[in-house]
């Protein structure tokens, strides 16, 4: 058990490793040499640890915009979060989880082999989240031993490769080909925006060729523009926060030269996302093809969601801040209501509303991009609502998960079991 311990958490469930270890069998399998291998295997690794470095950085930097925002604006309540929920479940449910990861993924393969849904699910710690939450609802609903392993097994299989498959229609319009698939779990939110984007859009006027004034060329630049943009953001929310608790913040640092700064490290962090999302697909693609052809003839690799960031990244910008705006205004309506507030978490806005600006953006233009991320954050500042009843009975009343599917997931099988009288 101890290697099978080893093999789920210490390799399996590092993205890295993960997708490391495709590219490797796919290279093998079309008979590369061993320099092929190894560099490509490497590479592969090596892409997949720069994206990871760079969202440690926007990670951090959206870490001290949020301490600013809740101090300065006066807000508590419950920021969504996928690793508080995770840390806390895995105690009591650590081998579940495991072993439904480690069978998940085998139904993933088989379904995909057999079905026309041929998409792998490549996010690694996005399965070991999912597997976590399914072992616990269904022990939750009465479930146990090798009953509890098989069915979350089968849910965690379809899950991986239905997501992918809903989203799939609306990566051919973002990445121009059918050779590349999603792996991430709040494709909800993101289809979502790709329907709103077409209903209500037109993707003929395209974020990516907004005109500027002459005066303002210089946000034609997109680490540029991110960084003027979020500087403006961090500037006001320092004031809010005041000079002294910001400076509390930043270990000393005059409180403008901080918000700068960390508007400047942002971008960056952004800037290295889009940097390790090209050396990955450079790598993927072709090495995943040999893995295909021998175990799933025709098979996509399904991949985080920053591997649509490079193909708009001034929708990536526009989707962050539309669907954090969404996300303060539905935590006024929570208020309003007096149901549970969600704060924003500026970490599931970026990533998953940046994501949302960018399906948005492919089916209408700015103008999806804008209405697509805004409705994906009404989405997540909601969903975590009314997830938190089935995570409440089992003693996690103050944390839920922040990204829209595990909401979706969660709430149809704790519901279904409910109904079972379980």
Not at 23 to 28: C, F, P, Q, R, Y
Not at 359 to 372: D, P, V
Request: aromatic share 12%; with cysteine; glycine share 12%.
């Amino acid at each position: 058990m101890s290697f099978f311990r080893f093999l789920m958490y210490d390799v399996l469930s590092v993205p890295a490793v993960l997708v490391g270890l495709v590219a490797l069998l796919g290279l093998l399998a079309q008979k590369k040499s061993s320099t092929d291998c190894i560099k490509g295997t490497l590479k592969t690794i090596m892409g997949f640890i720069i994206l990871g470095a760079g969202a440690d950085v926007v990670v951090g930097s959206l870490n001290n915009f949020s301490e600013m925002f809740q101090h300065g604006f006066n807000i508590t309540g419950i920021v969504p979060n996928n690793e508080a929920v995770v840390s806390i479940a895995q105690k009591a449910f650590g081998k579940e989880m495991a072993l439904i990861m480690f069978f998940g993924m085998i139904v993933n393969i088989i379904i995909a082999r057999f079905t026309k849904w041929k998409y792998i699910f490549l996010t690694g710690h996005h399965t070991l989240y999912m597997g976590i939450m399914i072992a616990a609802i269904l022990a939750a609903g009465g479930m146990s031993g090798v009953a509890l392993v098989a069915l979350g097994s089968i849910i965690l299989g379809i899950v991986m490769v239905f997501f992918p498959a809903i989203a799939q229609q609306f990566m051919k319009d973002i990445t121009g080909t059918d050779e590349v698939a999603f792996a991430h779990f709040g494709t909800t939110g993101y289809v979502l925006a790709g329907y709103i984007g077409k209903w209500f859009g037109n993707k003929e006027n395209s974020t990516e060729d907004m005109k500027l004034p002459k005066g303002l060329s210089f946000l034609r630049d997109t680490p540029v523009a991110i960084a003027f943009t979020m500087g403006i953001i961090y500037l006001i929310s320092a004031i809010a926060a005041g000079k002294e608790f910001t400076e509390k913040v930043s270990g000393g640092q005059h409180f403008i030269v901080f918000s700068i700064i960390q508007a400047i490290t942002f971008a960056a962090g952004v800037f290295i996302i889009l940097q390790g999302v090209r050396m990955i697909l450079a790598e993927i693609v072709p090495a995943f093809k040999g893995f295909a052809e021998k175990l799933v003839p025709d098979a996509k690799p399904a991949l985080d969601c920053p591997v649509v960031f490079p193909y708009a990244p001034t929708a990536v910008l526009i989707g962050f801040l539309s669907s954090f705006a969404a996300g303060v205004v539905g935590m006024f309506i929570l208020m309003i209501l007096g149901l549970p507030v969600i704060i924003p978490g500026v970490v599931p806005h970026f990533f998953c509303g940046a994501t949302s600006g960018v399906f948005g953006n492919a089916t209408g233009g700015k103008r999806g991009a804008i209405l697509g991320a805004f409705a994906h954050g009404i989405l997540i500042t909601f969903l975590p609502v009314l997830l938190m009843p089935v995570l409440g009975d089992l003693g996690y009343a103050n944390a839920t998960f922040s990204d829209a599917d595990f909401g979706v997931v969660g709430i149809l099988l704790g519901n279904i079991l409910r109904i079972f009288g379980s």
